[in-house]
């Protein structure tokens, strides 16, 4: 029976195989992507007008916006929870070489990094050669890094990089002061990116580390305890700028209404089936499996793919089961699936929220998926370890090389389709919409925009938008319209009037609301009201 026999690699040669490895499934699809957009019928149509305009800013001042006028009736800058203005690695390539350019880099920087990252975890958890390399490919082009990629979540994507990092820290029994001023700086990098979520997931997930090491190291509780004080004052001070401005610019402006944070959850038994399943529109947005398995919000937020393959590494862990550090992954895992699962009773998330319903304001509990990933990988690499370590059979070797080379066969092709996602042929009508009513109308006024993918155009021409659709709205912006565009707020419309609505064609009359048609293009109308409530600067 033949045999793979894997020669020995050197940790740069890793990470020259790491990196081609990225770079053939990403380079194609942005080389290929040039002159297209990015797809606007995503989070990208709420993240990319914030980023060009403080690009544009910082261009024509040399300073740092401290007020967005173009989100709805305006918030700040510095202190939003989910803006990455702050974020060098974003900010710099969208200044440098514009949003178009710059977001296309900044998106393959962060699948690079996301691999170097896991690759910095297993090395920190001494796993060497083939096992380190594949885990680090594995993650990068998992279904959690692409997909939430091609879904425009801008200010999530800089946590992938990061969250090894803190995982790192967390799977240690004592820290040294290097590990903590990493976690506490891990902590404060997620903060400044935008990436709020994943602040709070990677608390739970370094709270989790500490409390099991507190209640089965007698010896080090004090240690263990006085670490736990000192990473979160250490991300407090680092990232007190932002915390500064969000506690006395944003929150007296912030409204986040969530009717039920914990709709999607997914029972404990169902935990795994993101990990195995390629699809995505076709299984997470189509019954029976929306009813069956719970499913409530778009794929994307469930799709963490990384194929049945390395699950078949598994067993070789169970003699493992004594090491602290692999107990350690495991408690974690297991809470970050409980959290998954925090709209049952069973986990003790439901209770903590029905404690502190302040803790409802992080929805889609699924994006702990990020952070589970990360130790599903970091564990399954150790399990590979195990399998290559000296005195383990060939044949069982030459097995597993094979299983790990299957799931990167398996894996690639759905990152490269997924990656693709992230972009569409440009919409011509809806920029020479917003340019016409620019060229029509060159003061100042809002817009209320009562259909999808259009408003990004808008802000390219300076027109504020008074429903901007973001992650949370600022006091006195307005909640108009669903998404198909023929459903209206009359009593939203009514208390701000903004001077156009935008809809489209399907809309035949607005008269009723006191708008008159000012111009069609297309697909779209523009309505226009001499009876105006809200003004910007008001």
């Known amino acids: 029976m033949p045999t793979i026999r894997l020669p020995a690699i050197k940790p740069r040669t890793e990470l020259l195989l790491l990196a081609g490895y990225i770079l053939a499934f990403t380079l194609p699809v942005i080389l290929s992507s040039v002159g297209q957009d990015f797809v606007y019928a995503s989070d990208f149509y709420a993240m990319i007008p914030v980023y060009s305009f403080a690009a544009d800013f910082i261009r024509s001042h040399w300073s740092i916006p401290v007020w967005n006028p173009y989100t709805g009736t305006g918030m700040p800058v510095i202190g939003d929870p989910l803006s990455g203005v702050l974020n060098p690695f974003l900010m710099i390539p969208v200044i440098l070489f514009g949003t178009a350019i710059g977001l296309r880099l900044v998106l393959a920087e962060v699948i690079l990094l996301s691999g170097f990252a896991m690759w910095q975890l297993l090395k920190g958890m001494r796993i060497t050669g083939w096992p380190r390399v594949w885990g680090s490919m594995l993650y990068a082009s998992s279904g959690v890094v692409v997909g939430r990629i091609a879904s425009g979540q801008l200010e999530q994507i800089f946590a992938f990089p990061t969250i090894p990092i803190l995982i790192l820290a967390a799977i240690q029994i004592r820290l040294s002061a290097r590990q903590i001023a990493a976690a506490s700086a891990a902590l404060a990098f997620m903060l400044y990116a935008g990436a709020v979520y994943h602040v709070w997931h990677g608390l739970i997930i370094f709270g989790a580390a500490r409390f099991y ?260 709205t600022p006091k006195g912006s307005a909640l108009l319209s669903m998404p198909d565009g023929t459903s209206i707020n009359r009593e939203e419309l009514e208390r701000t009037r903004p001077k156009y609505v935008v809809t489209l064609s399907t809309m035949k009359d607005m008269s009723a609301y006191r708008y008159g048609l000012f111009f069609r293009r297309g697909t779209t109308i523009v309505w226009k009201t001499e009876d105006v409530q809200y003004t910007p600067y008001d």
């Open 213 to 472: 090491v507190f209640l089965t190291e007698p010896r080090e509780r004090g240690r263990t305890a006085a670490s736990f004080l000192l990473v979160i004052g250490g991300f407090i001070a680092l990232g007190s700028v932002k915390l500064y401005d969000f506690m006395i610019r944003t929150l007296p402006l912030f409204v986040r209404t969530i009717p039920d944070s914990r709709l999607g959850s997914l029972h404990f038994p169902f935990s795994l089936i993101p990990f195995l399943v390629p699809w995505r529109v076709s299984f997470y947005q189509r019954e029976p499996f929306i009813s069956f398995f719970n499913f409530h919000y778009f794929w994307h937020e469930y799709f963490a793919y990384i194929s049945p393959f390395p699950f078949l590494l598994a067993g070789a862990c169970i003699p493992l089961l004594r090491k602290r550090t692999v107990r350690i992954m495991l408690f974690l895992i297991f809470v970050a699936v409980l959290y998954i699962a925090n709209g049952y009773p069973y986990s003790p998330f439901y209770w903590l929220a029905e404690l502190v319903p302040q803790v409802m304001v992080f929805r889609t509990p699924m994006r702990m998926y990020m952070p589970l990933t990360v130790l599903v990988v970091a564990f399954l690499g150790v399990c590979a370890r195990r399998i290559f370590s000296p005195g383990m059979p060939r044949k069982i070797k030459s097995g597993a090389a094979g299983i790990m080379l299957l799931s990167l066969i398996s894996v690639m092709p759905v990152a490269y389709n997924t990656f693709r996602r992230s972009f569409e042929p440009a919409n011509s009508e809806y920029r020479e919409v917003a340019r016409e009513l620019r060229s029509r109308d060159g003061g100042d006024y809002y817009v209320a925009t009562l259909m999808c993918c259009i408003q990004g155009y808008m802000v390219e021409e300076g027109i504020p938008v008074i429903n901007y659709y973001y992650g949370w």
